[in-house]
């Protein structure tokens, strides 16, 4: 049996990060997370992988793998590449958005020309 697996990752901007330091939060472990803003304007919280945790600041721009059992920060990408990426998705949000947006719908209103007979 032939199972195709695809990794996916998502974009997003570093708003805060949760260390495992004692003196900011109790916690179950030492892990980090991180509060992100991804480019599709929807905000999650997410873990952070161990060995970026150390190096990860507020206003990074990191990819998110997505992969059960729970999401985590894969990667961190230079200031220069991560603008260029979000504005890219962005921009490409934007105009799938503004394509989506119908126009207002025409209401007709029939009430109005009862009893009206044209002929």
């Given at each position: 049996?032939?199972?195709?697996?695809?990794?996916?990752?998502?974009?997003?901007?570093?708003?805060?990060?949760?260390?495992?330091?004692?003196?900011?939060?109790?916690?179950?472990?030492?892990?980090?997370?991180?509060?992100?803003?991804?480019?599709?304007?929807?905000?999650?919280?997410?873990?952070?992988?161990?060995?970026l945790a150390g190096s990860l600041?507020?206003?990074?721009?990191?990819?998110?793998?997505?992969?059960?059992?729970?999401?985590?920060?894969?990667?961190?990408?230079?200031?220069?590449?991560?603008?260029?990426?979000?504005?890219?998705?962005?921009?490409f949000f934007d105009r799938k958005?503004?394509?989506?947006?119908?126009?207002?719908?025409?209401?007709?209103?029939?009430?109005?020309?009862?009893?009206k007979m044209i002929g």
């Open positions: 049996m032939f199972f195709w697996s695809v990794k996916v990752y998502h974009l997003g901007k570093v708003m805060r990060i949760f260390s495992g330091n004692p003196k900011d939060s109790s916690a179950v472990d030492n892990s980090v997370q991180a509060q992100l803003e991804m480019w599709d304007t929807n905000q999650i919280i997410v873990m952070v992988h161990p060995s600041k507020e206003d990074d721009f990191v990819l998110v793998r997505y992969a059960q059992p729970e999401p985590i920060v894969w990667r961190i990408l230079r200031q220069k590449e991560g603008k260029e990426v979000w504005e890219e998705l962005t921009n958005k503004t394509s989506n947006q119908k126009a207002a719908p025409i209401i007709v209103r029939h009430d109005a020309d009862i009893g």
